[in-house]
């Protein structure tokens, strides 16, 4: 099968190694090995997130974590309070609703971004009803990221309330710094197939002290998700059911090598520099982007397509030169189009890609 290089907002490219990684002799995952190998791979996944918290590792796609925040997070009676900007937001809220959960939307247009006042304003008036938000940092729909650090620090003035946070970081996590205890995040999560830059199948999340004492309160927390499984099984470096064992090995081997060998701080940079890379491109080209001005994604970038390109024939000339990327999404589809700039992908391959489009659409 010919390999597409991808960029697109997931799975995105997946180096060599980490292939090889995956293709270790398999081990037992109540053995002595997979126990060594859960407890070297979770210091690394602390130490990229900033956290001293529970690492959750879930044989799982994101989905199954952000259910499993509904299901751990809410008591019964209480309310949750759902951001939303954007398909995948939008799912989230309907995750809750699908576990009978009472839901407060907070709906902007798609585009625009959630602003700390607006869950303010909320949290003023119903603090006291609800237990948990639903965040989504990074819309990968919309190419919009919220500023969480600042939201974060809103709803830390209602902890006394009960307020939890559960967000959503599925094409943020290794794009850009979260700094869990720092900013006092409760349930950060994500898949490993976005800025990760490994094969999909396998979920992460910080949990705090706070969410295990809350997930204590909660009855009927789910069998599969039920995080103080995951919480008691740590202790034995294992997990409560079977894991996905070769990814554990990939996402250790890929701990390594952006701790060791790339530097969180210079791979935080290095996003930057790819989206103002793509940005500007796009800008140069009389192309406008679709996220609201401030708002703008640092993992994947979502461009209007004012200019009318065909977008499905562009990626199909794109697909005779090797490379990929992603139309709009639901909605949108066609009215924008949307370049990854996250995970293994390098500047070196953003300029030959945006070499490629400039030369199949005749931009000199």
């Known amino acids: 099968m010919s390999h597409k290089k991808l960029f697109i907002p997931g799975p995105t490219e997946v180096l060599p190694d980490i292939l090889e990684a995956m293709a ?31 690492i959750i590792l879930s044989t799982s796609s994101s989905t199954g974590l952000m259910e499993a925040a509904v299901l ?5 009676g209480k309310k949750v309070l759902a951001c939303m900007c954007g398909a995948f937001s939008d799912r989230w809220a309907g995750i809750a609703k699908a576990n009978n959960k ?28 609800i237990d948990l938000i639903l965040l989504v940092m990074n819309e990968t729909s919309t190419g919009v990221m919220n500023p969480a650090k600042e939201i974060q620090a809103v709803v830390n ?21 979260i700094h869990t205890d720092d900013w006092g995040i409760d349930f950060v999560l994500a898949g490993v197939q976005k800025a990760w830059s490994l094969p999909p199948g396998l979920a992460v999340a910080a949990m705090s ?11 009927h927390r789910g069998y599969y998700f039920d ?88 990626n199909s000339a794109l697909g005779k030169r090797g490379k990929t990327i992603s139309n709009g999404y639901g909605k949108i589809k066609d009215a924008t189009f949307r370049i990854s700039h996250m995970g293994d992908i390098y500047e070196k391959d953003l300029a030959e890609l945006l070499a490629d489009i400039d030369d199949i659409l005749g931009y000199k």
């Open 209 to 219: 002290e706070r969410a295990i004492e809350r997930a204590k309160e909660v009855p």
């Open 227 to 314: 995080l103080l499984e995951y919480v008691k099984y740590n202790e034995k470096n294992q997990t409560p059911s079977t894991p996905v064992i070769s990814l554990i090995n990939a996402l250790n081997v890929m701990c390594t090598r952006i701790l060791d060998k790339e530097g969180l701080d210079n791979r935080w940079a290095r996003h930057a520099r790819q989206a103002d890379m793509v940005r500007n491109w796009a800008l140069s080209r009389g192309f406008e982007l679709f996220p609201e001005k401030g708002f703008y994604s640092q993992g994947l970038t979502c461009i209007k397509n004012n200019k009318e390109i065909n977008v499905a024939d562009l």
């Open 157 to 177: 003035k209602y902890k006394d309330a009960g307020v939890l946070m559960a967000i959503d970081a599925v094409s943020a996590m290794m794009a850009v710094p």
């Open 72 to 76: 751990n997070f809410v008591r019964p």
């Open 102 to 129: 009472e839901v407060i939307e907070l709906k902007v247009e798609w585009g625009k971004g959630i602003h700390p006042e607006m869950i303010d304003d909320i949290l003023k008036k119903q603090a006291g009803e």
């Open 24 to 54: 270790m002799p398999m081990i037992g995952h109540r053995s002595k090995d997979y126990a060594a190998l859960q407890g070297e791979t979770t210091p690394k996944v602390q130490q990229c997130l900033y956290t001293k918290n529970q």
